[in-house]
């Protein structure tokens, strides 16, 4: 039973481009969340997609934004990207919206 | 919105001694209660949870307590291990008026055991 999977692992991207994470959940989830994770820091929310749409939304600009598939598959993008935007981004998957949540590995994303 | 303070930021206890770490949080319409463990270039990994109508769980040498009256949780390991070592951090969900759930994460307790 395979686990949350993100891809890719690593990314390079520089001032001004903009990027795509994909996340596929937990075999039995249908609901995918979002997080940014800076160095040292605790995970900071994003946003939650449930039956493929947005439900809540954290403090993040409009630069972010999401898409949920009908396989519940997931991605994140970010446009415009900043040096800011260097973290892990992480993805979690659980079974309903106020559920146990399971992370994937993250992708490392850096910005030069 | 939800703030989550989470206490102590490191914390070294010798092998077999036991270790708390303390969260508080700021809305009392938060009901769910987790907790991660995060070792070093790893995912999060959910190790223990509660929710707000109960008191105390405990799972083996963890367990987690709440005090809804307080707004505060804590997790509590006993019998270290070195394969403890890692970075714990709490969070708590509360449902937002359109229905959904957001996840507020501490900043994290880094764990040392000393062999």
């Known amino acids: 039973d395979a686990g949350v999977t993100q891809s890719p692992t690593h990314l390079i991207k520089t001032r001004g481009q903009q990027v795509t994470l994909r996340c596929s959940p937990k075999?039995?989830?249908?609901?995918v969340s979002w997080y940014q994770q800076a160095l040292g820091q605790g995970p900071q929310f994003i946003f939650q997609?449930?039956?493929?749409?947005?439900?809540q939304r954290g403090n993040f600009p409009d630069r972010f934004s999401g898409h949920q598939f009908p396989n519940y598959s997931s991605e994140l993008n970010v446009n415009a990207l900043l040096l800011g935007d260097s973290a892990l981004y992480l993805c979690?998957?659980?079974?309903?919206?106020?559920?146990?949540?399971?992370f994937g590995d993250g992708t490392r994303l850096s910005i030069l | 919105g939800e703030n989550v303070e989470q206490h102590p930021s490191t914390l070294s206890v010798q092998e077999g001694d036991s270790a708390v770490i303390k969260c508080t949080y700021s809305d009392s319409a938060s009901n769910y209660f987790p907790w991660y463990k995060q070792e070093l270039g790893k995912r999060p990994q959910l190790i223990i949870d509660i929710r707000s109508n109960v008191g105390e769980k405990k799972d083996q040498r963890i367990a987690v307590t709440l005090n809804k009256t307080a707004k505060h949780f804590s997790l509590h390991i006993t019998e270290t291990q070195p394969e403890d070592s890692a970075v714990y951090f709490c969070a708590a969900s509360k449902r937002s008026g359109a229905g959904s759930y957001q996840l507020t994460f501490g900043k994290g307790t880094k764990l040392s055991v000393i062999p």
């Open positions: 997609y449930y039956e493929e749409e947005e439900r």
């Open positions: 979690a998957s659980s079974q309903g919206q106020n559920q146990p949540q399971h």
């Open positions: 075999s039995g989830h249908d609901t």
